[in-house]
């Protein structure tokens, strides 16, 4: 029996549309889609009342406004997939998630066992550097635990549609090594967090890191065959970066707590993400034992 073989819920809708150059004219057009209407979202902020307050914060995520809108924002390359899926693959978005009832049951039958284990990693004794301080009193962050939710889901929700659900199920419709399916839409995954001009030194590290996590999200995704394993995992860890411990100065709007340091400070930032590294292969093996349920 193939460890892969429920990936074929994915890959059948897929096959009537799996040529290589639609594909590329697919994901071209969602990028340019996705580009224009940030751009317009951008200009309309910055035309505002407090535009160049706004566009500061934003660049940063220093304050709650700026890291909702961010994550809000992810709803435009959402509505260029769906134009996508529709025009170029006559496919209905909702066919990249898979079978809803099972994709619904997988993500919590993984949730629960994943915020089990972030839970564990933040009480364990972690070195003086790495300590947390709060950020923002409990009260008003808890004020704010509905809108960060809501909108890490919306940004979560929409990069898990376009990477595992739309390019691996179109790459995988056409290519049957996994090799393929796996590592391309991940690089890709990995190439979107390059960022040198934030992380230094460490935006290799840090672009390798989420190509890691892009290949475990899509192998949970192959054996599953349907998203809600990739979206538990991608919810819970973005939960706990963005609403739970956060950079000091650097996406904390909406943290809880942060920690002492920021992107740029190197050392310390590479010391955090040889830490995390193996905290990836314990968030594969929690999604892969709780599918298996």
């Not at 890291?67 to 959402?78: E, G, N």
């Not at 808890?142 to 390019?167: D, N």
């Not at 860890?237 to 963005?242: G, M």
Request: hydrophobic share 55%; with cysteine; glycine share 8%.
């Amino acid at each position: 029996m193939s460890r892969y073989q429920n990936h074929q819920q994915l890959i059948d809708p897929a096959r009537a549309s799996a040529g290589v150059p639609r594909l590329l004219l697919g994901f071209l057009c969602l990028m340019i889609a996705s580009t224009a209407l940030n751009l317009a979202l951008v200009q309309i902020l910055r035309d505002a009342s407090e535009g160049s307050t706004l566009m500061a914060e934003l660049r940063d995520g220093t304050s709650a406004r700026a890291v909702l809108i961010t994550l809000f924002a992810f709803l435009a390359p959402a509505a260029a997939l769906w134009v996508v899926t529709r025009l170029v693959h006559r496919r209905s978005i909702l066919g990249l998630v898979g079978p809803l009832r099972i994709a619904f049951r997988d993500f919590f039958k993984v949730l629960r066992p994943a915020l089990v284990l972030v839970a564990v990693v933040f009480i364990l004794p972690t070195p003086e550097a790495l300590k947390p301080q709060f950020h923002m009193g409990f009260a008003s962050w808890l004020l704010l635990l509905p809108l960060g939710l809501a909108a890490i889901f919306v940004q979560i929700s929409t990069e898990e549609l376009i990477f595992r659900g739309y390019l691996q199920s179109q790459l995988a419709a056409r290519f049957a090594h996994p090799v393929v399916w796996l590592a391309v839409p991940s690089v890709l995954f990995g190439l979107l967090h390059y960022a040198p001009g934030t992380y230094g030194d460490n935006a290799i590290l840090v672009a390798v890191w989420a190509t890691a996590f892009g290949v475990i999200a899509a192998d949970l995704t192959a054996r599953a065959g349907n998203l809600g394993p990739a979206l538990a995992l991608h919810f819970v860890n973005n939960v706990a970066s963005i609403l739970i411990m956060s950079f000091y100065g650097y996406w904390d709007g909406l943290a809880l707590l942060h920690v002492g340091y920021g992107p740029g400070d190197t050392d310390i930032l590479r010391m955090a993400l040889v830490i995390e590294l193996p905290f990836l292969l314990c968030f594969w093996l929690v999604g892969r034992i709780a599918i298996r349920r």
